[in-house]
């Protein structure tokens, strides 16, 4: 069964400690990761698309990275604005279809 | 404002009941995906249409069904209401079938489901 699990569940930073959150993935046939963020009660947002191992994305002060088995976001220095649940999709094929799978997310609290 | 738009944003309804959920993807997506969001199951996959037609299914229930319409819009119609069924209710967009580089899924603002 493919699964999909982020750690950690919640974290509570400062305003400008860095940090990251982990994704780690057990599926056969993958067509993707995606990284999300989810502000409370509205549509999670897309943020980035990884395909390949060793591939990296950057935006702002996240960046996402992505081995064989699992994916991080690195968060640099991170803003009150950055507080949000952070979720890790796989997208895996299944004869011709694509199947979304997401995690569980982690809730990120950044104080001032 | 992702171009997705969900009716009715709230739904209150009795257990046994039926209700339908709609969608409206973004302006020249023909791919429509429901999920549903509860606190104890995360974000569920729940089923894709591509252009009119089933493309693949998730973790749908028999008592749900969906479709979507030739101008696109799409219908989650929930029936045999139970409490576990209360949950908030996503539908994303895409112009393929297949989430790739530059063509993301865009997601709605939800229909949030209370089954009293």
């Known amino acids: 069964e493919d699964q999909v699990t982020q750690s950690p569940e919640a974290l509570r930073l400062q305003e400008g400690e860095s940090s990251s959150l982990n994704c780690s993935y057990t599926?056969?046939?993958?067509?993707?990761l995606f990284w999300y963020r989810q502000d409370p009660g509205k549509g999670p947002e897309f943020l980035f698309t990884?395909?390949?191992a060793g591939e990296e994305k950057e935006k702002e002060r996240l960046k996402a990275t992505l081995t064989k088995k699992e994916s991080f976001l690195h968060i640099t220095a991170p803003k009150p604005e950055d507080s949000a649940t952070y979720l890790c999709?796989?997208?895996?094929?299944?004869?011709?279809?694509?199947?979304?799978?997401f995690g569980r997310g982690t809730s990120l609290i950044v104080h001032p | 404002d992702s171009g997705v738009t969900q009716t009715p944003k709230h739904l209150i309804t009795a257990t046994g009941q039926r209700v339908t959920l709609r969608c409206s993807p973004r302006?020249?997506?023909?791919?429509v995906y429901w999920y549903q969001q509860s606190l104890d199951q995360g974000l569920q996959f729940l089923i894709q249409?591509?252009?009119?037609?089933?493309?693949a299914k998730g973790n749908i229930l028999e008592r749900f069904s969906a479709q979507q319409f030739p101008d696109l819009h799409s219908e989650l119609n929930l029936s045999s209401l139970e409490l576990g069924d209360s949950a908030l209710y996503f539908c994303?967009?895409?112009?393929?079938?297949?989430?790739?580089?530059?063509?993301?899924?865009?997601f709605g603002p939800g229909t949030r489901l209370t089954v009293l």
């Open positions: 994303a967009s895409s112009v393929l079938a297949e989430v790739l580089q530059n063509n993301e899924q865009f």
């Open positions: 599926v056969s046939g993958l067509r993707g």
């Open positions: 990884l395909y390949s």
């Open positions: 999709a796989v997208q895996v094929e299944a004869g011709g279809s694509y199947i979304p799978t």
């Open positions: 302006s020249g997506d023909l791919s």
């Open positions: 249409y591509y252009n009119g037609e089933e493309r």
